[in-house]
């Protein structure tokens, strides 16, 4: 069983940053594929990033450029910097770690992060 858990969220002016991690513990994430989805207000849950065991990363288009994903295995923790913020980044940003066996799913969820950029 992992457990996730999140950190960094807050309020950010248009133009600012903010960094977001997520410390992992019960047991190492380092072979699984972690990431980061967000949710808007009455909108659909988005995949922003993800970053397989070996450092890969892909993003969604709109961040592309803005935020960047890194890893820490030592420190079980996975980290999304986010700087150009936009009013339409505010979300909650939920940390993810995706199946051993099928990276594509999504294993277990963190409790979320708010994360609100004012204009």
């Known amino acids: 069983q992992v457990r996730l858990v999140e950190s960094g969220g807050g309020l950010a002016q248009a133009g600012g940053s903010l960094r977001l991690s997520c410390a992992a513990s019960g047991s190492t994430v380092s072979f699984r594929t972690m990431g980061w989805y967000r949710q808007a207000p009455e909108k659909e849950r988005e995949l922003v990033a993800n970053?397989?065991?070996?450092?890969?990363?892909n993003y969604k288009e709109s961040v592309k450029g803005r935020f960047a994903i890194s890893r820490d295995n030592a420190k079980n923790t996975v980290y999304l910097q986010m700087n150009s913020l936009k009013p339409e980044d505010t979300a909650v940003y939920y940390c993810f770690a995706a199946k051993l066996s099928r990276p594509s799913d999504v294993n277990y969820w963190g409790q979320g992060a708010q994360v609100t950029v004012s204009s």
């Open positions: 970053i397989s065991p070996s450092g890969t990363s």
